[in-house]
């Protein structure tokens, strides 16, 4: 049996995606990437934006006659759409046959069976945030990454971990506290069983994932996890060589935290900590729970605790109500900030939160665009400063693989059918250095998967151009006497 599937969204839509397609490898299933050959056809679904939505509709929208045709192939939506459309979906793709929320994955295999077998439709979702007492909803959200497939993750020594689900925090534009249910932390023993299997089967970097990660607060026995807690542990595993965790709500960056990050070599000196907005209106408005001043606070405390940190932040331009002079705010903080990126988004109102029942959409796409354009464009030129600060430096490379230039000449070589490069050719690598940097530099297949130090002599907003460091060992001249 073969299975396609499509991940739209987040890095947690990808380790989901991970889950599930080694849920149904046990079934028989193999991938395949022609959606054309598949028995079974999922979409891992994204609701954050519209955009994601519309894609998704309009991918099934394209399945319509293949299902006319080969009745038998299962359509199934997965993921934060189908827990906020639920029945929608059905309505509007009446030939989908299965619909799964983020909290009932792990039945994937066997509701995919059942359809085969007895045919109809299916439906597992969570319930909402008002359908029961809070113990109730947090039972119907939970799933906690029974299995893992390594050919689904970023590269075989690189994966996510999940160490939260959910989110409390109700920020006004988004939808995650709905699709994803209340905000639970996974178990410090759980996760550091499932960290010391990954290190054990060759994973050498692991990414912790939350919501709001830093959050993180357990209570296993009589003892209390927090997240500097967790770090300390999973720094003890001795294959693990660099951790890193995503994404972290400001208000709960703790000293307790900032200092594991300082002291745990292995730990990523790389803090991804979206603000959002310049504006204190705008964040009120978005009900983010902190001000501008106590997120310049936080941003110089965790500067004079990690020296060197490298901080990303995300925004969203066009917010309700949101006036050129908010605007301007929002690019007066990323100026004086230096991030080291941010992501830009131009506000989408979701149905169902408290902002698209609250404040009208009132700001033109057209102005959206242009504020999203000029606050990238800052950004993109301090973070071209931030790199060229990096020229003659020497950094320690994780390699992740070619890089998307080599990929390309690789899928043209093999269009054109020339044999495939042997192991030791030369090729273009990219990889990342520790504070989260892009690096791209020539080298071989072999070295895939290696830490090598990579010496930077060019750069530009996005990527670090560097030579990787050869030793001489022994003398160079040998004279014959
Ligand atoms: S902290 Fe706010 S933006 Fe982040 S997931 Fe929770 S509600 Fe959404």
Redesign the pocket.
Known sequence: MKLYIETVGCQMNMLDSELVVASLRKDGYELTADVGEADTILFNTCSVRQHAEDKIYSALGRLKNAKRQHPDKVIGVLGCMAQKDQGLIFKRAPYVDLIVGPGQLHQVPELVREIRERGGQRMEVSLGRKDGSRHEIERSHESFDPLRDPTMRPTPFQAYVRIMIG?????T?????SV?GPEQSRRASHILAEARQLAGEGCREITLLG??VNSYRHREGDRTWRMSDLLAALHEIDDLERIKFV?N?PKDMTNDLLAAVRDLPKVSKYLHV?V?SGSNAVLRRMK?GYTVEEYREVLARMREWIPGVAVTSDFIVGFCGETDDDFQQTMDLVRESRFKNSFIFKYSERPGTKGAELYADDVPDDVKRRRNNELLELQNQISDEENHAFLGREVMVLVEGPSKAAEKHGAAQRAESSPSPAFSEQLQLTGRTHCDRIVVFTGNRRQIGQFLPVVIYDANAHTLFGEVVTQHVGPELFTLS
């Open positions: 989110c409390d925090k109700f920020c534009y988004c939808i995650v506290p994803r919501q709001t994404t709500y979206p959002q983010r």
